[in-house]
Each structure stands twice: as C-alpha cells, then as structure tokens.
C-alpha cells in the first residue's frame, strides 16, 4: 500500500498499488517489494481445488499439525495451533499477556507487532536492544531473524532470557517468520523447558505461497489454549491443510530451496557490491540496504517498473526481495545501473 506521496509503504507485495501510481501490467512488474520466495512449493494442485467445496476436518487439522512438528522440529511435549496466515496470531498475542497490559519489541522489526499490541490497549515500547533486566509481567517480542535487517539472536540467549522473564511472570514471544532458511537459528528445540515461550512460524514466505494463508504458534498448552479458543472451529481452510501438509512433508524439497536460495542471494550481494550498495543485511529471501536517498531510489525503480519495499521509520532504509531467476537478477543489475547516476 502506498501511504502518502512520499512513497511511504504500509507493507510489501501490494503491486496494486504501484500499477496504479506508475501503470504497467502485472506481468511486467518484477516485485522485489516482500521476502518471499518466488519459488512456489509445486502442490499438486487438482487435490487442493477438489477440497474447496469441503469443510476442514479433524483428519485435516492432525495431518498438517504433524507435518509442522517434524519440519519445524517441535519438542513432542509442545502444542501446536494453526491459524489463517501468521498474521491472525500477531493480532491474537495481547490474549497472552494477562492482567500485566506491558509489552517491549526489540525493534525496529516488522510494525503490524506494535500496532497489534496497541490496538489492543498494551503499553508497548520498541527498543534497540536486548534489555539487561525486566519488571514483574514484562512481555519481550523478538524476531529471529528480524525484518527487515536479519538481525539475528543466538538460541542461547533466548533460553536465558525466557529464564530472566519466566522469574518475574513475564512472556517470550518469538516470531521466527524467516526462520525456514537456516533452522539452526530457532529456539524450537529448546521450547520445551521454556514454559513461558511462544513460536511464531510462517509458512508462505519460504514455500513461496503467502495467499495460501497459513502460520502456526508453538507452545505450552496453557498457552496455545487461549490462541485456540479464540480461532475456534475452521480457522484453516481446507486446501490450506492440505497443501500445508504436502509441503511441510516434503523435507528433501526444503532441503534443496535452502541452498538455492543461499545461492541467488550470494548473486544478489554481488549486483548490490558492483553497483556501490550498502548492504546492512537481510536473510536468503531479502536483503536491505542504506542508501541516504533511498526514497528516490525506490521511485526511480519503480518508474521502471521494479518494486522495492521502504520504510516510515528510516528514510534511508530500502529492501530489496531476491530475484527468482538470472533473468530477473539481470534486469535488476540493469536497472540499478541506469539509475544509480542520472
């Protein structure tokens, strides 16, 4: 969505938006603008359109609850709830925090977290780095890795600051919404002995089928109760199940879209490097760059029908998606090369 005429974007992957500010057709777009695989997990696709007409059934649920678990390696001890996309289960968080309405967000990160916890009447505060201390029923949100800088923290320190929480009453949540491209980095494996901890997974971004909405949260079940209360029956359709299923089974796939996702975004930083970018960081499915006009940067690719994605909060701040193939790789080093010196 375009905010303003200063080009102010709410969020990525809105080509709506920049067709009707500088035309062109979708198909002549390249849409850098979210990080999200380009590569489609390919589903067999006559299974999920057969299943539109059917309401999902508990087979269903059980079937891709199980898949999730072996691919997002989660402790036997932990639950699991499926929702509509992860972005339902960002607005659901303020349910977890109790009478103690206090969140702090280790930022800047993705926004929808802060507007979540405000709407929902919580005194919430961005902060840049990882508090030392916490007062009684303090909330802590982290994204490992962050959007939009990659930032990553170790699995370690997340335990020990789950610990330093869980002593005052207070909640960890995690949302590892990139996480898909290196699994080492997730606290999963330790959840278990995190009582007060609660995973945020994607599934769209790195199968590259965000309209199929679909986002898990890991837990305990005190936890993930309240979360599937609130859902309640049928919060996932069918074919999501379904081709959520497929694809969280298919383990060699995600083994392989692992390193050729590495390998595009070793490319990416070689197109970035030749044409004097900064990059600041990012993960395999994004990278972002500082560039002190990045606003007319982004309007100068945009006049060319590239779409990058800028920020309300630092006007030098541009991100960029992966290109999914040479091709496209090359008409964004072109593009950047035309734009760089006019």
């Keep these: 969505m375009v905010a303003s005429d200063d080009n102010i974007m709410m969020h990525g992957g809105d080509l709506s938006a920049a067709m009707n500010r500088y035309g062109g057709t979708r198909e002549g777009w390249l849409d850098l603008s979210a990080g999200i695989n380009h590569v489609s997990y390919p589903f067999d696709r006559d299974s999920a359109l057969d299943s539109i007409g059917c309401l999902p059934t508990q087979a269903d649920l059980v079937d891709c609850l199980a898949a999730a678990r072996v691919a997002y390696n989660v402790p036997d001890e932990v639950s699991i709830v499926a929702s509509s996309g992860t972005q ?8 977890l925090l109790g009478t103690n309405q206090s969140c702090l967000i280790l930022g800047p990160t993705y926004s929808e977290h802060q507007r979540a916890m405000a709407r929902a009447g919580v005194d919430v505060a961005m902060v840049n780095e990882v508090p030392k201390e916490f007062f009684p029923g303090d909330c802590l949100l982290v994204c490992n890795p962050n959007n939009p800088d990659g930032r990553t923290l170790e699995a370690e320190l997340l335990v020990e600051l789950a610990s330093k929480l869980h002593r005052q009453r207070g909640l960890l949540i995690v949302d590892e919404a990139f996480a898909d491209v290196n699994p080492q980095l997730s606290v999963m494996p ?10 945020l997974r994607s599934f769209g971004k790195f199968f590259g089928l965000s309209g199929i909405r679909l986002g898990f949260l890991m837990g305990h079940e005190v936890q993930i109760s309240k979360i599937r209360d ?3 029956p049928w919060a996932v359709s069918t074919p999501a199940l379904r081709v959520g299923t497929q694809a969280l089974s298919d383990l060699e796939w995600q083994k392989s879209q692992r390193e050729k996702l590495q390998a595009q975004a070793e490319l990416m ?3 970035l490097d030749k044409r004097g970018l900064y990059t600041a960081g990012g993960t395999s499915l994004f990278r972002l760059v500082i560039k002190e006009d ?36 090359n008409r964004f ?10």
């Design 190 to 199: 330790h959840l278990a002995e995190m009582p007060n901890c609660v995973i």
């Design 294 to 329: 990045a606003r007319d940067l982004h309007r100068k690719l945009a006049e060319m029908h590239i779409w990058s994605r800028i920020f309300d909060y630092r006007s030098d701040y541009i991100r960029f998606g992966i290109p999914i193939d040479q091709k496209a790789m």
């Design 333 to 342: 080093d072109e593009a950047l090369g035309k734009v760089m010196y006019r």
């Design 269 to 271: 930083d070689k197109v």
């Design 88 to 95: 339902s289960l960002i607005q659901s968080m303020p349910v």
């Design 230 to 232: 609130m859902l309640g």
